[in-house]
C-alpha cells in the first residue's frame, strides 16, 4: 500500500464531564516513537486562550489523560491514550506546550528488584513482571528461550524486559518488539504488521537520505572469568570476527556466565561477532503520512540510495498531527 489520503485526526481531553477538543488551538502537533524510547510520545502546543471560561493551560495538568484518534478513509481507531508528563509555559510566546507519553512510561520510570531462577523461559518472566505490575500483555514472541538465573537489584523495569528480549534474540535470531498497543504491552516479532506500506522517490517520499556507519562494528571479543581473590581478571579466550582484517580491531569483553562452559561462551561471541560483523545501513525520509505507522513495522523502501525494493524495519517515526507529513527512519 502506498497511497495515503490527508488523515484527520481528534485530540481531546475529558475532565470534570466535559470534553475538550485540542487540535484546533494547537500550533504544533507530534506523535512519534524514536530509536532510544520505550514509550510513545505526544508532544503539542496550545495558545494560551480561553476554552469555554477557563484558559486551557488552567484545565490540562500533568497526570491528566490526553487521547488521539484518527480516521485516515481506510482505518479508523485510537492511536495514543496517555498521561500529560510535562506542562511549559512560554510568557514571549504566549502559549504552553505539553509532553505525554503512553503508559509504558511507568516501566521506563520505575525501579524493582527481582529475582528468576535458572530455566525460566522468557514469557514465563514476562508473564510474572506483568502480572505484578497490572500491565495487560499480549505475548507472540516466537524467539523466547530458557534464560539463567536473572537477579535484577534496582533496575528500571523497561530495562528488564529488554535484558530479556535480547537474550532471546541473541540465541534465537528472531527480532523482536515491544509496544503499547490498543490498551495492552504487545511482545512480539518484528514486522508482523498485516499492511505493508511502500515508499519511493517517485511516489510519495519528498526526502530521502542513507549513511552507513561503522559505531555498531565488534571485530573481536575477549572472555573473561571470575575475578579471583587478587582483583585479577582471567581471560579465558579471545574469539576474532570475519572482517577483523578489513575493519581493524574493535573490541567487546563478554564475561562468562556462572556454570557456563567455556565452548558455550565462544558460541555467544561468534554469534556477537556475526551480528555486528558490518556497517549499519541507514535510511531516512519524510513522506505524506501514514498515522498507523509503527516502530517495528515492516516497509517495502526503494530509493537511488539502495537500488531497488527492499522490506525494511521502522526504527523511528514522526507524524506531524497539523502537517500531515511524516519522518521516518529505516534500518536494513
Known sequence: MSIAVSPQYTLFLQKGGKTYQLLKACSAA???EKTDSLAQTLTFTVASVKAGNAYIGSIID??????LTCNDGDRKGELFKGPVWEV????DARSISYTAYDPLIYIQKSSDALFFPVGRTTQQIFQSICSKWKIPLQYKYTGGIK??????TNNKVSDMMLELLKDAKKKSKVSYMMKWQAGYLLVANRGINKIVYSFSDSTNLTKASSKRSMENVVTQIIITGSAKDSGQIPIKATVKGTYQNRYGV?????????KQSLADAKSDATKDLWENRQPTLTFTGESVDYPFLRKGDLVNFLSGANGGYKKISVSSVSHNLLGRTMALELEL
Do not use: A, C, F, R
Open 88 to 91: 511549559n509555559y512560554s510568557q
Open 147 to 152: 534464560h539463567e538465573k536473572k537477579s535484577w
Open 62 to 67: 500533568p497526570g491528566d489523560i490526553v487521547h
Open 250 to 258: 574493535l573490541q567487546n569483553v563478554q564475561e562468562m556466565k556462572e
Open 30 to 32: 507530534t506523535l512519534s
